[in-house]
């Protein structure tokens, strides 16, 4: 009978702890700036950018690159047509530019001009411009520098005769 009795309550309890974590709210993670770039949406509805990708290994991307400041968003005729962020290398003590095209701006034209770099004290350093490109990522090449610095993106489409850019906040 006995036996029976601490089942009986052994089963109780495990009920009345999972009804109790279902009702406990979940605390999201803090973040971290030494972890690695979640695979998550970000604010734009999309995953963190690839340090293995494509566009990361041709501009020779350091693999412990993480975002640093805000991201920055481009605007064209008041829809947000792209985003740009700085990301840091501590081992490789270089800055880089990011620049993502969105999904909505490439819908609508299916070549388009980029231009992203670090501006270091108003210069743009390690910019690299794409013309009637198709990719929706790009990367500047790595920047040593001192002092606060931002990342700029810049987007054109077909028959724009000025850029629409922006920065990402500055880090110092």
């Known amino acids: 009978m006995r036996s029976m009795r601490s089942t009986l309550l052994g089963k109780g309890a495990v009920a009345a702890i999972?009804?109790?974590?279902?009702?406990l709210p979940v605390a999201p993670a803090a973040a971290s700036a030494d972890r690695a770039p979640q695979r998550g949406p970000s604010a734009d509805g999309r995953a963190a950018?690839?340090?293995?990708?494509?566009?990361?290994?041709q501009a020779a991307v350091c693999?412990?690159?993480?975002?640093?400041g805000s991201t920055g968003y481009i605007k064209r005729s008041g829809s947000t047509i792209g985003s740009v962020k700085l990301y840091h290398s501590k081992r490789c003590n270089l800055y880089y530019?990011?620049?993502?095209?969105?999904?909505?701006f490439r819908n609508q034209h299916p070549v388009y001009d980029t231009n992203v770099g670090v501006s270091v004290r108003g210069h743009l350093q390690?910019?690299?411009t794409f013309h009637n490109t198709k990719a929706q990522e790009f990367w500047s090449d790595g920047v040593r520098a001192s002092g606060c610095v931002s990342a700029r993106g810049a987007i054109r489409a077909p028959k724009d005769t000025k850029w629409s850019y922006a920065y990402?906040?500055?880090?110092c």
């Open 18 to 23: 999972a009804t109790a974590c279902m009702l």
């Open 49 to 57: 950018p690839r340090l293995d990708g494509t566009a990361a290994r």
């Open 63 to 68: 693999k412990d690159a993480r975002q640093i």
């Open 97 to 104: 530019g990011y620049l993502w095209v969105w999904q909505s």
């Open 126 to 128: 390690g910019a690299r």
């Open 168 to 171: 990402s906040g500055r880090a």
